[in-house]
């Protein structure tokens, strides 16, 4: 009776403990956020990995980039130069003189899908654009400045501070996938990874990996703040939605194209969940498909839980953010060349297409570079190659 009695105390003492100490953290969360300091809850883990492995720079305005390493390729690859953020194909290591570019100059903006990656069966639409280039004699230069992560935010900056500078005749942007997860609202224009960098560089000292709420808001009372850097400014917050910040970034794009003499086309991406090939997915492939669909109960609830680490964490963000621009596309306000149905034409579609929710092989890759080409010559881009794509 007295060991019964001695574990139901030990119970009892742990789970007032256990209360006491989420009680405590959650109330110093909601005092933090409160005075513009906002932490992880309980447990601050370290700086997000994405500077890791290829992403070796800090950007000082975009977060991140390439290091060179990663994207230089084997001598016997199809010739690529990095050069400050820039791939260029047909170019071999070198100073590259952006002046000098064969014209036409096409230069392409976006993310992971975007980026010059080669791993496996999977290397990008760009490498692809430039290979047929090269095979049917198109006169003319791609450079790559996609990078993995990022949204159509990091790509106005950067249209704005690199590529109006290199003076391309084309720019493509091709993007959708990524703005829920790496240009979230109220505040889609901060990076995530520099914004724990800076949180890192202005809370480290005053907070802790266990516990942070806490520990901030107890040295917050004592701790010297006459010197030193105090907070982290994000900006005014937003009422867009993700989707209509996603046509802001886009018009400012083309603005800023028009200004300087650039052909812009803005492509809305596909993604496994996009167009009629996501029901002939869900038919042949259901295992694979189910890993990344979206149920009506995680819609209903809000709630984005996902299966593995392979999963986008915003499963149930981007799906939203499409519903919301297919109903603004029938609305005739979105200046974003309609690619979600794109593989809806895709010869064999028993071959293998995505090998995520939104990444896809090579052969995949090059049939969006047949298209990609076909569009911008539909635009007058290659106005002395009468070539038939």
């Known amino acids: 009776m007295r060991i019964g009695t001695y574990f139901i105390n ?8 256990v209360s006491t100490v989420l009680g405590v953290e959650y109330f110093c969360n909601l005092k933090n956020e409160k005075n513009g300091v906002i932490l992880h809850f309980l447990y601050a883990p370290e700086k997000q990995k994405i500077a890791s492995g290829k992403y070796k720079n800090i ?34 290591r070198g100073n590259i003189d952006w002046r000098t570019l064969e014209r036409p100059v ?12 080669r791993r496996g069966d999977y290397n990008s639409w760009p490498e692809e654009m430039a290979r047929l280039m090269k095979e049917k004699n198109i006169r003319g230069t791609v450079v790559n400045g996609g990078v993995g992560g990022y949204s159509s935010s990091q790509e106005l900056l950067k249209f704005i501070r690199d590529v109006i500078e290199i003076a391309p005749d084309i720019v493509i942007t091709y993007h959708g996938v990524n703005e829920d997860d790496f240009g979230p609202v109220p505040y889609p224009m901060n990076v995530p990874y520099l914004h724990s960098v800076l949180t890192d560089l202005v809370y480290g000292k005053r907070t802790s990996v266990f ?15 006459k010197d030193g850097i105090h907070d982290i400014s994000r900006g005014i917050p937003t009422h867009k939605s993700q989707a209509e910040y996603l046509i802001r970034n886009v018009k400012l794009m083309d603005a800023i194209a028009e200004q300087h003499g650039i052909k812009h086309v803005s492509i809305l991406q596909p993604y496994i969940m996009t167009g009629n090939f996501a029901d002939f997915l869900k038919k042949s492939k259901p295992e694979f498909y189910a890993r990344f669909a979206v149920s009506d109960e995680e819609i209903a609830s809000g709630k984005d839980k996902p299966l593995d680490e392979d999963i986008s964490k915003t499963k149930v963000g981007r799906y939203m953010m499409y519903k919301e621009l297919d109903r ?26 995505y090998y995520d929710s939104c990444h896809v092989r090579r052969p995949a890759n090059k049939f969006l570079a047949e298209r990609i080409l076909s569009l911008i010559k539909k635009n007058g881009a290659f106005p002395h190659n009468d070539i038939n794509f």
Do not use: C, W
């Open 10 to 17: 030990i119970s009892m003492f742990i789970v007032i403990f």
């Open 328 to 353: 603004m596309y029938r609305a005739g306000d979105v200046p974003m060349v309609d690619f979600r149905a794109v593989f809806d034409a895709y010869p064999d579609k028993s071959q293998e297409i």
């Open 106 to 117: 096409i230069v392409a903006l976006g993310g992971s899908t975007t980026e010059p990656n």
């Open 211 to 225: 516990f942070p709420n806490t520990v901030y808001f107890i040295k917050s009372f004592y701790s010297d703040k």
């Open 59 to 92: 950007d000082t305005l975009l977060g991140y980039a390439y290091h060179d390493t990663f994207v230089n390729p084997p001598s016997d690859a199809f010739p690529m130069t990095y050069q400050d953020g820039f791939v260029v194909y047909g170019k071999k």
